[in-house]
Structure formats: C-alpha cells, structure tokens
T-cell receptor
Framework: ETGVTQTPRHLVMGMTNKKSLKCEQHLGHNAMYWYKQSAKKPLELMFVYSLEERVENNSVPSRFSPECPNSSHLFLHLHTLQPEDSALYLC?????????????FGEGSRLTVL | DAKTTQPNSMESNEEEPVHLPCNHSTISGTDYIHWYRQLPSQGPEYVIHGLTSNVNNRMASLAIAEDRKSSTLILHRATLRDAAVYYCILRDYTDKLIFGTGTRLQVFP
C-alpha cells in the first residue's frame, strides 16, 4: 500500500466511448504524474502536475486529457481511443517535483480498447 | 535525456547477495541515480537513490562509481519476494523520470 489509489483497476472501452481514470493520494504531496506502460516497452511519462499546474506534457495525443482539480486528485479523461492505447496507466505522486524526491506509484489501471 | 544500460536479466539463489549493474556514461553532474523495482501486476516501487556517495537503506545498498558513470544496486540477501524488474533511472533538473527496460531478476529457492 503506497498511499496512491487508482480506479478503476480494469477498464474495457470501445473506440467511441468516453471514460476517465482517477488517481487519489492523501500523502500531502504536491506533484502528481501519469505514466503509460505498454507491453514490452518502458514506462512512458505522459503528464506532470505540480501544485495543480501542468508542468510537463510529453507530446501526448489530445485524446488523452488530464485534469488536476486539487493536489490530492488527478484524472485522465479518455475519448476516441485507439486499440494501440491499450496499456497499464500508472499514477504517481511525490512531495515536490525535483531531482531527489521519491515517487510513490499506484497499482495502475489496466485499459483495453476494443 | 541521459540514458542507462542494464542487463536484460539476472538470476540469483535465495539468501545470496545480488549485484545489479547499471551504466550511465552520459550522466551529468546534477543527475540523481534512482532505482525502482516493479513486481508482477504492481506499480513501480522506490528502492533507493543517490548522487555521489554510496547509500544504504533497509531495502538495499547503492554503490556509485567515483566517476559516476556506473552504479550497482546490492541486495544483501535475496528472497523470493525480490523477484522483479529493477530499473536504474537518472533523474534530472527537469524532473523527468525516464524508465529503461530494466533488469528482470529471478530468484530461485
């Protein structure tokens, strides 16, 4: 138990659906992240939020839309996804952004796009 | 982005020490060396990090070469629960944590 909770753990959606992934942390951290882990590929950083402001957008397609309403919650809104977007989506938090801090990861949301 | 190079896989027996190597020849002076591990069906878990000096914590030790171009994660007594993919990562001032493919550690009873 890392203190970072992701829901749902599993999601199956069609290409025309709209769904959202949710991440929640009550560790008092100020930075939150979305990572994507595809089969047999390294984890890819998607978005970084610091104090609810997006500080990094790693050339992610617009069909992925993040939202950080407060420092404890992070969402990833999904619409018109492609089958190649099927992956494990991991949320993480850290006390601050910066080189030395430790990241706490959730267990991930396994997304399947049909 | 600075890159790291790790062996694809390593094996160990239970109760034996494990030395997981990592090369990072393009490391810059301000990059921290982080290690994470990922157990099956879980998110990555922080193991240890350091800058220049060797580091110890309850999970492992980190030995950093004097020129900082390589480092070694040391598990002093491997257990079956240590079987995981271990990632060596350089974290720079931009806060990016760029994962490579890691080393898959198998531990045999």
């Amino acid at each position: 138990e890392t203190g970072v909770t992701q829901t749902p753990r599993h999601l199956v959606m069609g290409m025309t659906n709209k769904k959202s992934l949710k991440c929640e942390q009550h560790l008092g951290h100020n930075a939150m992240y979305w990572y994507k882990q595809s089969a047999k590929k390294p984890l890819e950083l998607m978005f970084v939020y610091s104090l609810e402001e997006r500080v990094e957008n790693n050339s992610v397609p617009s069909r992925f839309s993040p939202e950080c309403p407060n420092s404890s919650h992070l969402f990833l809104h999904l619409h018109t996804l492609q089958p190649e977007d099927s992956a494990l989506y991991l949320c993480a938090s850290s006390p601050t952004t910066g080189v030395a801090g430790e990241l706490f990861f959730g267990e991930g949301s396994r997304l399947t796009v049909l | 982005d600075a890159k790291t190079t790790q062996p694809n896989s390593m094996e160990s027996n239970e109760e034996e020490p494990v030395h997981l190597p990592c090369n990072h020849s393009t490391i810059s002076g301000t990059d921290y060396i982080h290690w994470y591990r990922q157990l099956p069906s879980q998110g990555p878990e922080y193991v240890i990090h350091g800058l220049t000096s060797n580091v110890n914590n309850r999970m492992a030790s980190l030995a950093i070469a004097e020129d900082r171009k390589s480092s070694t994660l040391i598990l002093h007594r491997a257990t079956l629960r240590d079987a995981a993919v271990y990632y060596c990562i350089l974290r720079d001032y931009t806060d990016k944590l760029i994962f490579g493919t890691g080393t898959r550690l198998q531990v045999f009873p």
